[in-house]
């Protein structure tokens, strides 16, 4: 496999469950995001991991929980979530996250579209 | 607040025509400007990025950036009904990587 994979495409589950999201990256990139993608709004970052740290978290719903276990996998868990956490969550890596580069642009995956009941 | 601007659209052109896209940014110590396509119901795809003053071009795209300004276009020449996409602006300022909401552009056959 190559690029970003994730892992479910599409996901609904009730306000009282758990689960889990699911990314891979196969570039060998250094930095991994979460990103929530609501319509009409601009993406929303969610999470960074840098060389497998967390290195910004904006403000996010402790209801949401993110893993790096390593530089390739990056998991979102989900717990006691609201219907307006309905969106599509998206993944993307980049080589590194503190760059002097122009060109260090993020690969995205293809994203998981979760619905809240 | 760092904000990226988009005219939501829907911009609409016909096959063969030039294509036209802006984004406006407020951070002036912005470093680096991409352009993303994304499909509906798929993720987005990197298709440019610039980050000297001037034109840049790659086959049927031109990214235009004036820092003066705060200006950051696509051109997109021959449009095809392939192109019809939502186009994400996206402005990196130190590691903060800020996105628009993004131009839904149809091109009509």
């Known amino acids: 496999e190559t690029g970003v994979t994730q892992t479910p495409r599409h996901l609904v589950m009730g306000m009282t469950n758990k689960k889990s999201l699911k990314c891979e990256q196969h570039l060998g990139h250094n930095a991994m995001y979460w990103y929530k993608q609501s319509a009409k709004k601009p993406l929303e970052l969610m999470f960074v991991?840098?060389?497998?740290?967390?290195?910004e978290n904006n403000s996010v719903p402790s209801r949401f929980s993110p893993e790096c276990p390593n530089s390739s996998h990056l998991f979102l868990h989900l717990h006691t979530l609201q219907p307006e956490d309905s969106a599509l969550y998206l993944c993307?890596?980049?080589?590194?996250?503190?760059?002097?580069?122009?060109?260090?642009?993020?690969?995205f995956g293809s994203g998981t579209r979760l619905t809240v009941v | 607040q760092k904000e990226v601007e988009q005219n939501s659209g829907p911009l609409s052109v016909p096959e063969g025509a030039i294509a036209s896209l802006n984004c406006t940014y407020s951070?002036?110590?912005?470093?680096?400007f991409f352009w993303y396509r994304q499909y509906s119901g798929k993720s987005p795809e990197l298709i440019m990025f610039i980050y000297s003053n001037g034109d840049k071009e790659d086959g049927r795209f031109t990214a235009q950036l004036n820092k003066a300004s705060q200006y950051v276009s696509l051109l997109i020449r021959d449009s095809q009904p392939s192109d019809s996409a939502t186009y994400l602006c996206?402005?990196?300022?130190?590691?903060?990587?800020?996105f628009g909401a993004g131009t839904r552009l149809t091109v009509k056959p």
């Open positions: 991991y840098s060389l497998e740290e967390r290195v």
């Open positions: 996206a402005v990196k300022s130190n590691n903060d990587m800020r």
């Open positions: 993307a890596s980049s080589q590194a996250w503190l760059v002097d580069l122009g060109d260090d642009g993020y690969t």
């Open positions: 951070d002036r110590g912005s470093q680096s």
